[in-house]
């Protein structure tokens, strides 16, 4: 049996694959996060933090038959130069880790995105595809395949990345999570007495935009780990379709039974700084799970997609001549999500 480690499984993304690998029931798994993540199933925890060297041997050196490592986790800092510096070295501590202490390794895969191609920085060539040149640094993503290509070279295993844009699951405290930025927005907004409102630049309410469902993304991850057709590349992986958020928001402002108001642009980061006492408000009234305010939506994730008022494409063709075929329907994936928050008691 193939034996898995993914680490930073507790995020939006590690969360998917760990829950996808777990009920294949083909793999042997091991979760690397601080805390145990809650997946149901047979898999292995591993307490590790990733930015400590000594650490991550001392705790995954015991395990010596790990075929396949996935990297998901990710540190967020304000400082461009410590992104880079903090997110590599986690990479190059956990490879460093399992290398030495599993000969069975045969893959790494790594988790990058769309900012690959200068996404957060403004307009940036559409349809992005996977040969794009680079833009100025930094740009931790090129430091960690660059790490990665180099320690690779005669080595028994391979490499993949994916490169994903804004990734939706239902997943709690990840900073980049949009599913609940609009769900707890909306929410205030109703619990206020306000309509639905597009809070973002009106260039971006009618801008093409794209998303990754955290399923779908698992199942890309798995292919390009065990496929030999996807050894050292990296491929663009979305829903295979495009929205508008124009068209969506009517659609939000239903479900969560609103009227929808023009869109009206509004830094989330400052406008709901002081909303925890109304949501602490909601949570009362309507018996929700009382996760603390601050741990259910990153706000300032919220303002970068909304504020980004250009089109987001990125090319499939690759993916799809290699042999992925896997497709969601974005509008169908944000209410199935938003009614999963519902019925877990996470929303109103």
Not at 166 to 181: D, R
Not at 242 to 253: I, S, T
Request: glycine share 8%.
């Amino acid at each position: 049996m193939r034996k898995a480690l993914v680490a930073g499984a507790t995020g939006v993304v590690g969360r998917y694959l760990l829950m996808h690998l777990v009920e294949r029931g083909d793999w042997d798994v091991v979760a690397v996060s601080r805390r145990r993540p809650e997946v149901a199933g047979a898999f292995q925890h591993v307490a590790a933090d990733l930015t400590d060297p000594q650490g991550c041997r001392s705790k995954l050196g015991e395990l010596r038959d790990v075929t396949h490592l996935f990297y998901a986790a990710y540190l967020d800092r304000a400082d461009l130069r410590e992104l880079v510096t903090v997110n590599t070295a986690m990479l190059v501590n956990l490879v460093d880790a399992v290398e030495q202490a599993s000969p069975a390794l045969r893959h790494v895969h790594l988790m990058e995105g769309s900012k690959w191609y200068g996404s957060h920085l403004g307009p940036y060539k559409t349809p992005a595809r996977e040969n794009d040149p680079r833009h100025m640094p930094p740009n931790f993503y090129y430091d960690q395949q660059d790490f990665l290509e180099a320690r690779q070279r005669g080595k028994p295993w391979t490499w993949s990345a994916a490169r994903p844009h804004a990734v939706s699951g239902f997943s709690l405290g990840s900073p980049m999570n949009l599913t609940l930025v609009i769900a707890v927005y909306a929410a205030i907004s109703k619990e206020l007495g306000l309509p639905l409102s597009f809070p973002g630049k009106p260039g971006t309410y009618r801008s093409l935009y794209q998303c990754t469902d955290s399923g779908l993304l698992a199942k890309a991850m798995l292919w390009m780990a065990t496929e030999p057709r996807c050894a050292n590349q990296a491929f663009n992986i979305t829903n295979g379709d495009l929205l508008r958020w124009e068209h969506l928001f009517p659609k939000f402002a239903r479900f969560f039974d609103m009227e929808l108001a023009p869109p009206r642009h509004i830094s989330l980061v400052s406008r709901m700084a002081d909303k925890g006492p109304v949501w602490e408000r909601i949570v009362a009234r309507h018996g929700l799970q009382p996760h603390r305010y601050e741990d259910l939506a990153g706000w300032g994730f919220g303002d970068f997609v909304f504020g980004s008022d250009y089109d987001h494409i990125s090319d499939m063709g690759k993916a799809r001549r290699a042999g992925f075929f896997e497709t969601v329907d974005s509008e169908q994936m944000f209410l199935d999500l938003f009614a999963r928050l519902r019925e877990q008691r996470i929303i109103p």
